[in-house]
């Protein structure tokens, strides 16, 4: 069975600051993993995916996540963080029919 | 495009009311589900469905009933409503079992 874990529920940062977002999943099978974000009253959105090749993968808003299979996990990183990044950020992990979510994180930019 | 619609955003029910909550894909995308969001709880899958004509359940079934006739609608039914049904509803489609899912503006349902 496939399940995630965001180890941090909330992570408030200052503006231009770095920011890692901690995810770690269980899976007894090859997965494929993504990030969501989700602003105030607004659906989920793709960030980012890890379908196969490079372990490192990045979105065009300065995201990244790196893959990495012997610590089971997928962290979302940026260098310096923007007010507009302000938002949950959900992990997902592929299962057999769908996708299973972590329970996210709730990234706050202070100015 | 309009890409995943959902009907109605917000609904109030009644404890015991029925209602179907809508959901449109305009991508004809084989793979549709429905979520629900719970604070502190993530998403959680209740239903999901590979093509028209074939559902099967998720995670939390039960109190909810689906169908899909179409490629393009998949509604979400709640056979009566209970407080517990209170949540954030997303719906999402998706081109194959693993790829990039594309979420509605969700629904917000309160059962008093």
């Known amino acids: 069975a496939q399940s995630v874990t965001q180890l941090d529920s909330q992570v408030p940062v200052f503006e231009e600051a770095p920011v890692e977002l901690r995810c770690n999943y269980s899976s007894s099978v090859s997965v494929y993993l993504f990030w969501y974000v989700q602003y105030p009253n607004q659906g989920l959105q793709l960030l980012l995916k890890y379908l196969s090749g490079s372990t490192l993968v990045e979105s065009i808003n300065g995201f990244e996540a790196e893959f990495n299979k012997s610590q089971t996990s997928f962290h979302l990183r940026k260098p310096s963080v923007h007010i507009s990044d302000t938002a949950e950020y959900f992990c997902?992990?592929?299962?057999?029919?769908?996708?299973?979510f972590g329970t996210g994180t709730r990234l706050t930019v202070i100015p | 495009n309009a890409g995943v619609t959902q009907t109605p955003k917000f609904q109030v029910l009644k404890t015991g009311q029925s209602m179907t909550l809508q959901c449109a894909q305009d991508m004809n995308h084989e793979y549709m589900s429905w979520y629900r969001q719970d604070p502190g709880m993530g998403l959680r899958l209740i239903h999901y469905?590979?093509?028209?004509?074939?559902?099967d359940q998720g995670e939390v079934p039960n109190g909810y009933n689906v169908s899909r006739s179409t490629t393009e609608d998949f509604p979400l039914r709640l056979l009566s409503a209970a407080p517990s049904q209170t949540s954030v509803y997303f719906c999402?489609?998706?081109?194959?079992?693993?790829?990039?899912?594309?979420f509605g503006q969700g629904t917000r349902l309160t059962v008093v």
């Open positions: 997902a992990v592929s299962g057999s029919n769908n996708l299973f």
């Open positions: 999402a489609s998706s081109t194959r079992r693993y790829g990039e899912a594309f």
């Open positions: 469905s590979v093509g028209a004509g074939i559902t």
